[in-house]
């Protein structure tokens, strides 16, 4: 017979917990005035072992009395168990603490139950005039004291169900309320079976629109519940060792049972006695998370000796099984629960690795249960192993550091530019993280003008070279004025390289004075003429742009020896007289707006930057027609075009002309210059 032990049995991480708890009591002030309230695990044996040390188990009544009792000659310490306990009971063991000196007690509800009082605390209670009806549906044994204790936080309505059938029957027999309006939260006791809770949330969802799901099941519970179902499916006799008021137990017991029909359930050794059949080739033992190593290895020596094969003792098997670990060790490390507190992992060795936040990444904002999940692969550096606590202290940030300190070292020698975050500003300068370690850039080594505020450099991405190496491992420094000058020398250099007449660049007006602008073009100046920046006589650049107005500009010329570029740009694309000739011709009718007057006659605007001369003369056959009599600024006038002057840049216009049907050039033509004003 072949004996497989799974690899999760005994104390979870909880029961542990509880369990160190009390040891510590026990041995710095002896068992005496210490009580447990209930059973602190559910294991007779163990019970049995702490009353011989002098514990006692209280149930909540007896709690006044306790607590009246405690003096200094005759202290009381209460434990509260991994199940938790009734509001009611935590806020009169407060009050009785904060009343005796003597009396004290300690909270060993697991971290897991809390989260699940935590969450049904805050639902909201659903009674208020406001608010619709909530309902929290939850999935648990009813008299069990990790669901009375979280019901007992309920402000609102409730429904306990013991299993996802259960909650469809209240529903057919109107226990349930039902409707659009009720608001539904559903919870799970954290020893739960996994495939019963999908079954009950599949069953409310048929029941209720958006019901809202927090899935409290114990990751412990769900790994050791998939673990025994694998090693039930390959054995044909298991033995599962657990008391029977244990709930993780007995939902261990019947995953087994539905794989492999030859399960047993036995608290102890002795009552295996004639169980184990004769036929039986692979053996498995599978244990809940209140079972002690010790009933774990007694269970395993019976089975062994009945046996006869097996000779190699439990101890022995767990050693030769689990390699040893050592801190200073890097080892990879398989994902087993996680929540956004820590990570635990399989190092392969007797104890449980534990990966807190602060040592999975510099980011703070990361949350562990988003970066991994269960199965996940790590590598992670052992920084203690406490084999009391059955745990090793493990940090992936000093893994990395490990893996990537070369980078940072081929990036000195190769005076590579490498890019991080600023994760900190410290006395001196700011701290930039990158592959797990520290670079200190000191102030004078950022873009930050002397006595600048560094903070201003808080979380942001930055380029930077690593100028100094401090202590193999630990820390380097950086300078981001280095990397920041490189790049800039290498895009001038690139810029100097691609210049040619005609190109355009987006450009930015850096400064200007009365004859022209100087333009940004990424690192190079140029200079633009006013006479270049507009087809419209400007005074000075002023008066069209202002400083760190984008530009697009070309390059007319440029002389890289003197580092002197000159730009342009207006084009003749956009020459109003030139885009005026492409569309109008003499002899076309137009409607015009009359923008000044003059002794002669009125000025019109046709299109812009072009304007032309109605002459008196070409109003009407009114021989001492005056334009400022017959027309107002801003009069719309219809007009034909009797003479374009492409030399002199002059439109003559008429409206007498729209009666005769012909251009009256003669006279247009015989205005002087300062008529037009093109
Ligand atoms: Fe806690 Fe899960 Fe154990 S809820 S007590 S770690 S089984």
């Not at 006044?64 to 806020?91: I, K, Q, W, Y």
């Not at 900190?424 to 520290?438: E, S, W």
Request: proline letters at 3%; glycine letters at 8%; one cysteine or more.
């Amino acid at each position: 017979m072949k004996i497989t032990v799974a690899e999760n049995a005994g104390f979870c991480f909880g029961v542990r917990r509880a369990d160190r708890l009390i040891r510590e009591k026990i041995s710095r002030d002896g068992g005496r005035g210490v009580f447990t309230l209930g059973k602190l695990i559910h294991n007779d044996g163990y019970m049995a072992d702490l009353e011989t040390d002098g514990v006692r188990v209280a149930s909540a009544e007896d709690l006044p009395r306790l607590a009246a009792s405690a003096t200094e000659e005759n202290p009381v310490c209460v434990f509260v168990r991994a199940h938790g306990m009734t509001l009611e009971t935590e806020n009169a063991l407060t009050a009785f603490a904060s009343e005796n000196p003597y009396f004290s007690f300690v909270d060993c509800t697991c971290p897991y139950v809390r989260k699940i009082h935590n969450i049904v605390s805050e639902l909201p209670s659903g009674d208020g005039a406001e608010e619709d009806e909530t309902v929290l549906l939850f999935l648990g044994s009813a008299g069990h004291p990790e669901t009375v204790g979280i019901m007992s936080r309920r402000r609102g309505r409730s429904f306990v169900f013991e299993n996802a059938s259960s909650l469809t029957e209240a529903a057919a027999t109107g226990k349930l309320p039902l409707g659009e309006k009720i608001r539904v939260f559903c919870a799970v006791q954290t020893t739960q079976k996994a495939s019963e809770w999908k079954k009950f949330q599949e069953n409310v969802k048929k029941l209720y629109t958006k019901p809202i799901f927090f899935d409290t099941i114990c990751n412990v519970t769900e790994t050791r519940q998939k673990e025994a179902r694998e090693l039930a499916g390959k054995c044909d006799f298991v033995v599962v060792i657990g008391g029977s008021d244990s709930s993780n137990t007995a939902k261990l017991y019947s995953v087994c049972r539905e794989v492999c029909p030859r399960t047993v359930m036995v608290p102890d050794a002795e009552s295996l006695d004639g169980l184990i059949p004769d036929d039986c080739i692979n053996a498995g033992i599978v244990a809940g998370a209140s079972t002690p190593d010790g009933k774990i290895e007694e269970v395993y020596t019976k089975m062994s000796e009945e046996n006869k094969a097996m000779t190699e003792s439990f101890e022995e098997m767990l050693d030769s099984a689990c390699k040893t670990l050592n801190s200073g060790d890097t080892v990879t490390g398989t994902v087993i629960a996680v929540n956004d507190q820590e990570v635990k992992l399989d190092l392969g060795a007797k104890v449980t690795g534990i990966l807190t936040a602060d040592q999975a990444s510099d980011d703070a904002s990361l949350k562990l249960s988003s970066e991994f999940k269960v199965g996940d692969e790590i590598d992670v550096f052992v920084i203690r192993v406490s084999d009391i606590d059955g745990c090793a202290t493990v940090s992936k940030k000093r893994a990395d550091l490990d893996k990537n300190w070369h980078k940072i070292v081929d990036a000195k020698e190769n005076n590579t530019t490498l890019e991080g975050v600023v994760s900190d500003v410290v006395k001196g300068g700011v701290v930039i993280r990158i592959y797990g370690a520290r670079v200190f850039v000191p102030a004078s080594q950022t873009p930050v003008p002397k006595d600048g505020d560094l903070s201003v450099l808080a979380g942001q991405t930055v380029k930077f070279k690593v100028i100094e190496l401090k202590n193999q491992g630990k820390g380097a420094v950086g300078s981001i004025r280095r990397a920041t000058s490189e790049e800039k020398s290498a895009k001038v250099k690139e810029f100097w390289e691609n210049i040619e007449v005609g190109k355009y660049y987006d450009g930015v007006v850096r400064g200007m004075t009365d004859y022209g602008a100087f333009i940004d073009l990424g690192g190079v100046d140029g200079m633009i003429h006013k006479k270049n920046l507009s087809w419209r006589p400007i005074h000075k650049p002023a008066d069209i742009l202002k400083i760190g107005d984008p530009l697009r500009v070309f390059v007319r010329s440029y002389n890289p020896e003197k580092k002197q570029i000159s730009l342009g740009y207006i084009t003749e694309d956009t020459n109003p007289w030139k885009l005026f000739t492409d569309e109008y011709k003499e002899g076309d009718v137009i409607d015009v707006v009359i923008s000044n007057f003059a002794q002669f006659g009125a000025f019109a605007h046709i299109t812009e930057g072009v304007d032309g001369l109605i002459h008196n003369s070409q109003i009407s056959d009114d021989k001492n027609a005056k334009a400022e009599d017959v027309f107002k600024i801003g009069d719309t006038v219809t007009v034909m075009i009797t003479k374009i002057d492409d030399e002199q840049k002059r439109v003559s216009l008429s409206v007498k002309a729209l009666d005769e049907g012909a251009p009256a050039e003669e006279e247009a033509a015989e205005e002087p210059a300062e008529e037009s004003e093109n």
